[in-house]
């Protein structure tokens, strides 16, 4: 790997631990407005809206200029997000600005790897990539929870600082400031990403043109046979992912009985687990190979059901380690591999916006039924076994499909061999 590869995985690691430390400050601006348990997993929602309704321009924006500054100008907009919860701005709508900077940042992170790396190096930098994302999501997990700790806060208000002490008087903007530092340290390290050199034909700005070209872009992708079941599994693993992410904290408030400043660090722990398989896959699954480790998905939800037997906190760390590696081991290759399908079709930053568009509408949908299933009271351990039923048989019916694409691949091979 060339020093741009390792320039971007800093640019990314501050980022995604700025983003995940600001979302642990914001359920603590929920709960310090006493708002309603349901509006805690809307966070995600009001993020990833941005995803699904700028899809058909991120991936244009993106293409535009070079990705470096694509990614300095996305990281601007985040801070603008965070800056906005100090003024005291509902953390849906603060978080939803974050969320338009997220949005827009993802093609240019990832679509500048296939234009800096040859295919067979895909998967491991992936591997990397990932790795890295789950090691920003365990401290910036550990971090935000650390933050709203009453003794932390405490100790980060004591600081005497000329002119900015006097901004800075409640825990939750001693959070803030710590999380916009890091923002900060990532658009630094935008400043030295390298121009590829990559170059793109005139992108297009007429809507209408966009919406039009994007909507063919994702037909492409779907029709595609290895793309519709790399794109499939990927959009079910994001959207799964999500709602994972706050059953877990629920969970450890109801069944482990933890306060949030706890229970916001317990995902944390499942993420070490993802950086291990994320790790192990770059290291031992060939892109030739990607579409092996499906069955993976489905042991992932048969042990995500397992959860509803555990209240002890020593129990739930290797359990969540383990959910953690078998997601970490199935989704990355399938990323490598849609990745170097998509830019195969279509460009970088277009085949990118496209996959984000599918798996974010999936965390729309997958975080509004949770809220739903919340909001209607249901146990937490109802809640847990339909997600794991979820997640292990819509596994299985991408791989019956994926078998059906085989055969009618090998029959057509064979109808033409006969012709000849």
């Known amino acids: ?37 349901w509006m805690t997993p809307m966070l995600k929602f009001f993020f990833v809206a941005s995803y699904v309704l700028l899809a058909a321009f991120v991936g244009a924006f993106s293409d535009s200029m070079p990705k470096g500054r694509v990614m300095f100008i996305t990281n601007v907009i985040k801070i603008v997000g965070c800056g906005l919860m100090f003024v005291h701005v ?77 901004y800075i008087t409640t825990p939750l903007e001693a959070a803030l400031s710590i999380v916009m530092v890091l923002y900060i340290a990532a658009t630094i390290f935008n400043l030295y990403i390298p121009d590829t050199g990559a170059r793109y034909t005139k992108q297009a700005t007429n809507p209408i043109e966009l919406v039009t070209d994007f909507g063919h872009c994702c037909a492409m992708l779907w029709r595609d046979k290895l793309g519709q079941i790399t794109l499939a599994i990927t959009t079910l693993f994001w959207g799964a992912g999500a709602v994972l992410q706050f059953l877990v904290i629920y969970w450890a408030q109801v069944s ?42 489905v042991a992932m939800g048969v042990v995500v059901m397992s959860m509803t037997m555990v209240h002890s906190v020593w129990v739930a760390y290797p359990l969540l380690v383990i959910i953690g590696a078998l997601s970490g081991f199935f989704v990355v290759p399938m990323n490598a591999l849609l990745q170097h399908r998509g830019h195969v079709l279509m460009s970088a930053g277009h085949s990118i916006s496209v996959q984000n568009f599918n798996e974010n509408v999936s965390i729309l949908i997958m975080m509004v039924m949770y809220t739903l299933m919340v909001k209607s009271d249901l146990s937490i351990n ?3 076994v339909a997600f794991g039923l ?31």
Request: hydrophobic share 50%; no cysteine.
């Open 256 to 297: 482990l009985k933890l306060p949030l400043d706890k229970a916001a660090v317990i995902p944390a722990v499942s993420a070490i687990g993802i950086a291990f398989g994320a790790i192990a896959a770059g290291r031992y699954v060939p892109i030739k190979k990607s579409l092996s480790v499906m069955p993976y998905g």
């Open 1 to 37: 790997m060339n020093r741009g590869f390792y320039t971007i995985m800093g640019a990314q690691f501050f980022s995604s631990l700025a983003d995940n430390a600001l979302l642990i400050a914001a359920f603590y601006a929920l709960a310090e407005m006493n708002a309603p348990e």
């Open 90 to 166: 509902h953390p849906l709508v603060a978080y939803g600005v974050v969320g338009i900077g997220a949005a827009a940042y993802s093609p240019a992170k990832y679509g500048i790897l296939t234009e800096l790396l040859p295919a067979e190096k895909l998967v491991a930098a992936n591997g990397w990539i990932e790795g890295l994302t789950v090691a920003s999501i365990i401290l910036g997990a550990g971090l935000g929870g650390a933050l709203i700790n009453p003794q932390v806060s405490a100790t980060l208000l004591s600081f005497k600082l000329p002119l900015i002490h006097s």
């Open 382 to 384: 109802i809640i847990i």
């Open 390 to 420: 979820f997640v292990s048989s819509s596994t299985l019916m991408v791989m019956r499909k994926h078998r059906a694409n085989q055969r009618e691949h090998d029959s057509l091979a064979l109808i033409g061999e006969h012709k000849h």
